[in-house]
């Protein structure tokens, strides 16, 4: 599985940060994967943020919930992640990762893409 994420690299605080995971090598909707995303603010450790499944449900970190949502665009092979009223702290690193369990440890998906950095500034 390869994984590729895109962004917006720079978003204004209070705007929606939208990102998009393209995948290679298995297919979204039927591999039995979990496609998540995952997070490494500077200085800081990796937050796992949320993640959908096969059947398109979706599970979120708690911390998260009310501003973050998960789609997939199963034509194309690809999920996104939309991060609502986004302030300075939510500046970091954002992964996306594969893996055949569901975990909510960050450091427990097996596979990942390069990362792409969001930067919100005004």
């Known amino acids: 599985v390869q994984l590729r994420e895109s962004g917006p690299g720079l978003v204004k605080p209070s705007q929606t940060a939208s990102l998009t995971c393209t995948v290679s090598?298995?297919?979204?909707?039927?591999?039995?994967?979990?496609w998540s995303w995952i997070r490494q603010p500077p200085g800081k450790g990796l937050e796992w943020m949320g993640a959908?499944?096969?059947?398109?449900?979706?599970y979120y970190s708690p911390s998260l919930e009310s501003r973050a949502s998960i789609f997939r665009d199963s034509p194309n092979n690809r999920f996104t992640l939309q991060l609502r009223s986004v302030t300075p702290e939510d500046t970091a690193v954002y992964f996306c990762?594969?893996?055949?369990?569901?975990?909510?440890?960050?450091?427990?998906?097996?596979?990942w893409g390069q990362g792409t950095q969001v930067t919100v500034s005004s």
């Open positions: 990762a594969a893996n055949k369990f569901y975990s909510r440890t960050a450091a427990s998906w097996e596979y």
């Open positions: 090598g298995d297919s979204i909707a039927s591999s039995g994967y979990y």
């Open positions: 959908i499944d096969t059947s398109g449900d979706t």
